[in-house]
Antibody, heavy 120, light 105 residues
Framework: EVQLVESGGGLVQPGRSLKLSCAAS????????MAWVRQTPTKGLEWVAS????????YYRDSVKGRFTISRDNAKNTQYLQMDSLRSEDTATYYC?????????????WGQGVMVTVSS | DTVLTQSPALAVSPGERVTISCKAS??????MHWYQQKPGQQPKLLIY???NLASGVPARFSGSGSGTDFTLTIDPVEADDTATYFC????????FGAGTKLELK
């Protein structure tokens, strides 16, 4: 059974950093591109970042470029999202998701999500 | 960004056929996908590339369309289908629709 379990969320002040982790199991992690997608009640679902199978290619939405870094450790079956210079508009539930096909933006499995709140 | 427009809500009776529409602000070819999200849960992929059923999804769900107009059909609707349904395009930077909330009468 495919499982994606996020951790690392919480309350953080604007301008500070937070690192999310996503532990994967039930599939060959190194064979799949991975992503982070976030959701808020006001803006809905937004793709945040994606990473290729080996980690050599990364992609970001414009609003997080230069602030967020996606990475993965295939030996640990884990992907990460390092979030720096956080803003109030980054407040959201962050989902870890598996790409269905290479790095095409279709996600066939999602984690339960982790809440990130950016507030002073 | 490509904007996806969905009607906000629908109410149907169990056993009926329901169609949920999604209109793109520009052509996305057949790069349209559909997700189901139940309250408090993560999204679940139902249909990819307009008409392909995702693994494990019941055949009651189907998708159609190309260009700017797409449809998700559920036939027949069951009580467990109460959820919000999102369309998402992957032709021009991934974007999602705001979702259609399906309620059962």
């Amino acid at each position: 059974e495919v499982q994606l379990v996020e951790s690392g969320g919480g309350l953080v002040q604007p301008g500070r950093s937070l690192k999310l982790s996503c532990a994967a199991s039930g599939f060959t992690f190194s064979n799949y591109g991975m992503a982070w997608v976030r959701q808020t009640p006001t803006k809905g679902l937004e793709w945040v970042a994606s990473i290729s199978t080996g980690g050599g290619n990364t992609y970001y939405r414009d609003s997080v470029k230069g602030r967020f870094t996606i990475s993965r450790d295939n030996a640990k079956n884990t992907q990460y999202l390092q979030m720096d210079s956080l803003r109030s508009e980054d407040t959201a539930t962050y989902y870890c998701a598996r790409h269905l096909i290479t790095i095409a933006a279709i996600w066939d499995y999602w984690g339960q999500g982790v809440m990130v709140t950016v507030s002073s | 960004d490509t904007v996806l427009t969905q009607s906000p809500a629908l109410a149907v009776s169990p056993g009926e056929r329901v169609t949920i529409s999604c209109k793109a602000s520009e052509s996305v070819s057949t790069r349209m996908h559909w997700y189901q999200q139940k309250p408090g849960q993560q999204p679940k992929l139902l249909i990819y590339k307009a008409s392909n059923l995702a693994s494990g999804v019941p055949a009651r769900f189907s998708g159609s369309g190309s260009g700017t107009d797409f449809t998700l059909t559920i036939d027949p609707v069951e009580a467990d289908d109460t959820a919000t349904y999102f369309c998402q395009q992957s032709w021009n930077g991934p974007t999602f629709g705001a979702g259609t909330k399906l309620e059962l009468k």
